[in-house]
T-cell receptor, first 116, second 111 residues
Framework: NAGVMQNPRHLVRRRGQEARLRCSPM?????VYWYRQLPEEGLKFMVY????????ESGMPKERFSAEFPKEGPSILRIQQVVRGDSAAYFC??????????????FGSGTRLTVV | DQQVKQNSPSLSVQEGRISILNCDYT??????FLWYKKYPAEGPTFLIS?????DKNEDGRFTVFLNKSAKHLSLHIVPSQPGDSAVYFC??????????FGTGTSLTVIP
């Protein structure tokens, strides 16, 4: 998974705190996708961003969750007032274009969020 | 609503034999399909893809078959090796849309 950098790898937050997850896409990639994997479930799409634009946020919970991909710097997934149900692995993927044909996305190693 | 389904959560196969992982989808607009492999504590890595204009794609030990009428695809690994032990996800996409993933199948290849 070299190239897509996610940090932190592990994040522990108490209920009610804020969680910030960072994703730096591969060099040359301008499309970023966030997925969440809950225990015993598959990867669930959350949001698709290009630089400074949210393209598709149909998978984002309506409250407490937000994402950005500024002109400079990494993409940030922000979860406010975390609850135990937010505990999951959050994966970021990047591509040079929409679903780069032949190779799909390149995924990061994920951030494992634990809410205590 | 789970548009991509992997109904077998786990599979065990002897080394050297064939592994067959299955995936079903419901959206007839899906035209591009991928298989990803995931080791514990790592992100998924791309394995093989197939577009809807084909019914088979082969890459070394890995072959993906697509049956559009049945909305079914499968991944064949032959011969299976212990290093193939991982969770395998299938994913599907409609034109201009994001990928939907199945829940994964955990493959164990027994030496």
């Amino acid at each position: 998974n070299a190239g897509v950098m996610q940090n932190p790898r592990h994040l522990v937050r108490r209920r009610g705190q804020e969680a910030r997850l960072r994703c730096s896409p591969m060099k040359g990639h301008s499309h970023v996708y966030w997925y969440r994997q809950l225990p015993e479930e598959g990867l669930k799409f959350m949001v698709y961003l290009q630089k400074e634009n949210i393209i598709d946020e149909s998978g984002m919970p309506k409250e407490r969750f937000s994402a950005e991909f500024p002109k400079e710097g990494p993409s940030i997934l922000r979860i406010q007032q975390v609850v135990r149900g937010d505990s999951a692995a959050y994966f970021c993927a990047s591509s040079p274009g929409q679903g780069a044909l032949g190779y799909g996305y390149t995924f990061g190693s994920g951030t494992r969020l634990t809410v205590v | 609503d789970q548009q991509v389904k992997q109904n077998s959560p786990s599979l065990s196969v002897q080394e050297g034999r064939i592994s067959i992982l299955n995936c079903d989808y419901t959206n007839s607009m899906f035209d591009y399909f991928l298989w990803y492999k995931k080791y514990p504590a790592e992100g998924p890595t791309f394995l093989i893809s197939i577009s809807s204009i084909k019914d088979k794609n082969e890459d070394g030990r890995f072959t993906v078959f697509l049956n559009k009428s049945a909305k079914h695809l499968s991944l064949h690994i032959v011969p299976s090796q212990p290093g193939d032990s991982a969770v395998y996800f299938c994913a599907a996409s409609a034109p201009g849309n994001q990928f939907y993933f199945g829940t994964g199948t955990s493959l164990t290849v027994i030496p």
